[in-house]
């Protein structure tokens, strides 16, 4: 006889342990699945992904008013706008950029092509941004603000990529910065003979909503700067204007916005 058991408590008690069991099991399941399921998601942002995400965040029309307007005797109003002008055989995305001041947008002072493709395996960085001359560069101004029927063909476009000027190494940015991806040239930079220059560097950052950080600079042989901003990068933020959609309309550019969402996601980005 056991003293100070009631009829039916054994049985009571086996039902809230199955109970508390099955709860239990649901809950390591949900945890199981949701850590699998991030990790296909982390998967599946391919080296690709990564540079259709920097083309696409670094085409359309930017200004740095705002940087003007704060600071105007080190930092002017300038016009960028990038956009897609062609795509090489092994899927490299070439852009045609240029830059004016903000009140002579029809007089580019700046007009390059970019060509952006993953990074080389054995390079510790996601995506590689390389920046050409344009054999004739006359003939691209305002390049982005034409319609389709009035830019040079894509073919013509590669034809007209002339010597290589600079390439850029990004990586995604660090957890808990504001950034996407940042970068810069080799240590060792490139020649430039600008306004008394022997070599210059490039530093680049894109953020969140398409915003650029630009810092390039130019250095003589005794490593005094001659050229570029001395406080900081230029910053350029999108104009408000829907001219960006414009852009990408007159070329097959594929990205998709759950695409960026996921590989922001990623970063764990921090405002």
Same mark, same amino acid.
């Given at each position: 006889?056991?003293?100070?058991? =009631?009829?039916?408590?054994?049985?009571?008690?086996?039902?809230?342990?199955?109970?508390?069991?099955?709860?239990?099991?649901?809950?390591?399941?949900?945890?199981?699945?949701?850590?699998?399921?991030?990790?296909?998601?982390? *998967?599946?942002?391919?080296?690709?992904?990564?540079?259709?995400?920097?083309?696409?965040?670094?085409?359309? /029309?930017?200004?740095?008013?705002?940087?003007?307007?704060?600071?105007?005797?080190?930092?002017? &109003?300038?016009?960028?706008?990038?956009?897609?002008?062609? /795509?090489?055989?092994?899927?490299? &995305?070439?852009?045609?950029?240029?830059?004016?001041?903000?009140?002579?947008?029809? *007089? @580019?002072?700046?007009?390059?092509?970019?060509?952006?493709?993953?990074?080389?395996?054995?390079? *510790?960085?996601?995506?590689?941004?390389?920046?050409?001359?344009?054999?004739?560069? =006359? =003939?691209?101004?305002?390049?982005?603000?034409?319609?389709?029927?009035?830019?040079?063909?894509?073919?013509?476009?590669?034809?007209?990529?002339?010597?290589?000027?600079?390439?850029?190494?990004?990586?995604?940015?660090?957890?808990?910065?504001?950034?996407?991806?940042?970068?810069?040239?080799?240590?060792?930079?490139? @020649?430039?003979?600008?306004?008394?220059?022997?070599?210059?560097?490039?530093?680049?950052?894109?953020?969140? &909503?398409?915003?650029?950080?630009?810092?390039?600079?130019?250095?003589?042989?005794?490593?005094?700067?001659?050229?570029? @901003?001395?406080?900081?990068?230029?910053?350029?933020?999108?104009?408000?204007?829907?001219?960006?959609?414009?852009?990408?309309?007159?070329?097959?550019?594929?990205?998709?916005?759950?695409?960026?969402?996921?590989?922001?996601?990623?970063?764990?980005?921090? =405002?």
């Amino acid at each position: 006889m056991v003293i100070g058991s =009631e009829p039916g408590s054994g049985s009571s008690d086996s039902a809230g342990g199955w109970s508390a069991a099955r709860g239990l099991l649901v809950k390591t399941l949900v945890m199981i699945g949701g850590a699998l399921l991030l990790k296909r998601l982390t *998967k599946s942002t391919t080296r690709w992904d990564h540079a259709r995400l920097v083309s696409r965040s670094l085409s359309g /029309e930017k200004f740095s008013k705002d940087q003007a307007a704060r600071d105007p005797d080190h930092y002017f &109003n300038i016009r960028m706008v990038t956009c897609p002008a062609a /795509e090489m055989v092994d899927g490299s &995305n070439v852009l045609y950029f240029e830059q004016a001041f903000w009140r002579t947008p029809q *007089k @580019p002072f700046r007009q390059r092509f970019y060509m952006v493709k993953p990074c080389p395996k054995e390079l *510790k960085c996601d995506v590689e941004l390389s920046s050409y001359a344009i054999r004739d560069a =006359e =003939e691209y101004k305002n390049f982005c603000d034409r319609s389709k029927d009035q830019r040079p063909l894509p073919e013509e476009v590669i034809g007209d990529i002339a010597e290589h000027l600079t390439t850029i190494h990004l990586k995604r940015c660090e957890r808990g910065k504001r950034c996407l991806y940042e970068g810069s040239t080799p240590p060792d930079s490139f @020649p430039n003979l600008w306004n008394g220059a022997a070599y210059c560097t490039s530093e680049l950052a894109i953020h969140k &909503n398409n915003e650029i950080h630009a810092w390039d600079r130019g250095f003589d042989g005794d490593g005094n700067q001659v050229w570029g @901003p001395k406080e900081g990068p230029y910053e350029f933020k999108p104009a408000p204007a829907s001219s960006t959609n414009d852009m990408f309309s007159s070329l097959n550019f594929p990205i998709q916005q759950s695409m960026e969402k996921r590989i922001e996601g990623s970063f764990v980005l921090q =405002e």
